[in-house]
């Protein structure tokens, strides 16, 4: 493996660590969501032999995701640049409200808020008052009326939707670095680039929402 296929397969892992985290948080209305502690490890093979990179979801690793990317436009799709600089840009500052807004009060207080409720269910269910069904059906409303999260079945349904297609993107541009075909990587990077902008439009919907 060359130095430069390396890199992208490293920068490869570190996107698909970072994305789909961030796009459920943008898919979960944001102030509730829990990272789970998924590891991967990245290989790399530089002048000093054999290096093993942990990399976890909640570490994100956005400057070098952002380096890679960068690094990946310029050599196959050039004209790109620039939209790939003001998506990162774009991205740096809703993640930095979206860290803010964590902070805020009124949010602490809804997530204390759910805390409890999900103790209180769960012992409901415990004592055989309500069942596992009825308590996720009390959770999704809460969730609904308190986060905008998805309550209906139709708009699980589009959500789902959204996740699987940004999947096979990811499962698509995976398969283009591991082959290092040039025109795959080039047919697959305005698909990636597509799927970031539009995660950052729904992040920014989803934290106005938040706001007001």
Do not use: C
């Not at 436009?73 to 930095?96: G, H």
């Not at 905008?148 to 995976?174: C, Q, S, V």
Request: overall charge positive; proline content about 4%; charged content about 30%.
């Amino acid at each position: 493996m060359n130095k430069w296929k390396n890199s992208m397969v490293i920068a490869t892992i570190a996107l698909g660590l970072t994305l789909p985290s961030f796009a459920q948080a943008a898919e979960a209305g944001l102030p509730d969501v829990e990272m789970t502690p998924i590891s991967r490890t990245a290989h790399s093979h530089g002048e000093h032999g054999q290096v093993h990179k942990k990399i976890h979801p909640g570490m994100h690793g956005s400057a070098h995701q952002k380096m890679y990317m960068l690094l990946l436009a310029e050599k196959y799709t050039p004209d790109s640049v620039n939209q790939w600089q003001e998506v990162f840009r774009e991205r740096e500052r809703l993640m930095s409200e979206y860290a803010a807004l964590r902070e805020d009060p009124k949010w602490k207080a809804k997530r204390e808020e759910r805390r409890q409720l999900v103790s209180k269910l769960k012992e409901q269910v415990k004592k055989g008052e309500i069942t596992n069904e009825q308590m996720e059906q009390q959770l999704a409303q809460w969730k609904e009326k308190n986060m905008g999260i998805p309550g209906t079945k139709e708009e699980r349904d589009a959500r789902k939707a959204r996740m699987e297609k940004m999947r096979m993107t990811h499962e698509a541009f995976h398969a283009a670095i591991e082959s290092g075909d040039a025109a795959k990587i080039k047919e697959v990077l305005p698909q990636m680039l597509e799927q970031m902008k539009a995660k950052n439009a729904l992040l920014a919907q989803k934290l106005e929402q938040r706001k007001k």
